[in-house]
């Protein structure tokens, strides 16, 4: 089994910094890809940013220039540093994982955080 775990959210004020951590634990072999989504009330999920097991990194438009994405896979960790925080920013995020299980052949398997819940205030 493979969990993911989620840390690092709260309220913050308008052009603030929060830096979202996400954590996997279980039977990894090896992590091919590590994204953040996010959800805002009534919104469907949608992409914020993502970094491949080779270094590249891809960002929403909203939020280029503002986040970043980076890991340690020592720790089997993704971080999403957040400034210049905007009260649409507001969302839960989620973290997304596509993992290769130990023992369980080469297939991927995609793994969601429970979420971590950001509120920007003016």
């Known amino acids: 089994q493979v969990q993911l775990v989620e840390s690092g959210g709260g309220l913050v004020q308008a052009g603030g910094s929060l830096r979202l951590s996400c954590e996997a634990s279980?039977?990894?072999?090896?992590?091919?890809?590590m994204g953040w989504y996010r959800q805002a009330p009534g919104k469907p999920r949608e992409f914020v940013a993502s970094?491949?097991?080779?270094?590249?990194?891809r960002y929403a438009d909203s939020v280029k220039g503002r986040f970043t994405i980076s890991r340690d896979n020592a720790k089997n960790t993704v971080y999403l540093q957040m400034n210049s925080l905007e009260l649409e920013d507001t969302a839960v995020y989620f973290c997304?994982?596509?993992?290769?299980?130990?023992?369980?052949?080469?297939?991927?398997?995609?793994?969601w955080g429970q979420g971590t819940q950001v509120t920007v205030s003016s």
């Open positions: 997304n994982m596509q993992i290769v299980r130990l023992g369980a052949g080469l297939n991927s398997w995609s793994h």
């Open positions: 279980g039977s990894i072999y090896r992590i091919n890809y």
């Open positions: 970094m491949t097991s080779d270094g590249n990194q």
